[in-house]
């Protein structure tokens, strides 16, 4: 059963991202703050969850929360400063977004750095501990897969439709056959044994 809060802080807000292993699109992240007293049985890490049921919880999410916002990093910033600071940057762009202005931040993973002065915890596998981080990974995943659809429509021999940019076999075989495009992550290892890659400039 997951937590509803990490404290009794009145404004706490949790975050999340996802997208960091993928090989196009954006990392894209989420932070909210839900009602003390938020409960849902079904809600839970994002990861743990069918498309069917991320789909279901999100309006839920989005009507029961306090306030919440959604940041997506795209890959030239990635290829920058590359993916963990994108993800970190992905999260505090939110934070910086939301109104009320959260007393304290709980952040899925190890790593942050703070934001506004505002403190912050950071816990392993938050998002299978606490409801808000739980949500945050819900929005964080929902409206990436979003965009990944939308710009399947673009170039849809690579599938993002149905592998949503991560690395799988015929994501690397259409890498390998058409080149990369201006959506995939140079910075990443595209392919196992990484040569001159072709880049689709539009």
Avoid at 5 to 18: H, I, K, Q, R, V
Avoid at 52 to 68: H, S, V
Avoid at 181 to 191: A, E, G, Q
Wanted: proline letters at 5%; charged letters at 25%; glycine letters at 4%.
């Amino acid at each position: 059963m997951l937590l509803s809060n990490f404290s009794s802080l009145n404004f706490e807000c949790g975050t999340d991202e996802a997208g960091r292993g993928c090989l196009a699109g954006p990392v894209t992240a989420a932070a909210l703050i839900l009602p003390e007293h938020f409960l849902n049985e079904i809600l839970n890490d994002s990861k743990q969850l069918s498309e069917k049921n991320r789909d279901f919880l999100r309006p839920i999410i989005e009507k029961n929360a306090i306030c919440y916002s959604v940041t997506h990093i795209e890959p030239l910033i990635i290829d920058e400063i590359n993916i963990l600071n994108a993800s970190i940057h992905a999260m505090q762009e939110c934070i910086k977004k939301l109104n009320p202005i959260p007393n304290y931040i709980i952040v899925d993973g190890n790593r942050f750095k703070p934001v506004e002065n505002i403190p912050h915890s950071c816990i392993i596998k938050g998002d299978s501990k606490y409801l808000s981080i739980a949500a945050a990974s819900v929005l964080a995943k929902t409206y990436r897969d979003d965009y990944m659809n939308k710009i399947h429509e673009e170039f849809p021999m690579y599938n993002w439709k149905q592998n949503k940019g991560y690395p799988t076999k015929e994501h690397r075989e259409a890498i390998k056959k058409y080149g990369a495009t201006k959506y995939h992550r140079k910075s990443f290892r595209l392919l196992p044994e990484q040569l001159a890659l072709d880049f689709i400039e539009i």
